[in-house]
């Protein structure tokens, strides 16, 4: 298992991307002022995108894992690796997401706990209905790590 930094053409993993943020126009909005990450284990198995939020907060914006190697450790291996990579230039790994069964508590088994939300910011930002679990998403939960 490798995991590199992507520096150049982030777009050919917009297949992975549009897993975790489903809206492209979304997307753009933070993946050239982030910074990629992919996990390869023979090929490309997950990849992640983090932000400096400043005050010493480093922000996840956008990780997925391959449907077929979805619980396989990829995520949290990539959550570890910004763990540590970080550690000594950040204070706080956080990462914004749906109020989802699916993915909240992924992030809390990764040492997450929730911090605060932003009312309607999928119904305010999306041009439409964003489904996981069968839940609508509607506000963004935060969720923190200390580093």
Known sequence: M???EV???KKQFIALLLLADEQENMIDHYLEKGTMYVLEDGNVKAECVVTDE???ILEIKN???DPQNQGQGYGKALIDFLSSKYADEYSILQVGTGDSPLTVPFYEKCGFVRSHNIPNFFTDNYDHPIYECGVRLIDMVYLQRCL
């Open 7 to 9: 520096n150049e053409n």
């Open 2 to 4: 490798k995991i590199r």
């Open 63 to 65: 990780i997925a894992v």
């Open 54 to 56: 400043d005050n010493g």
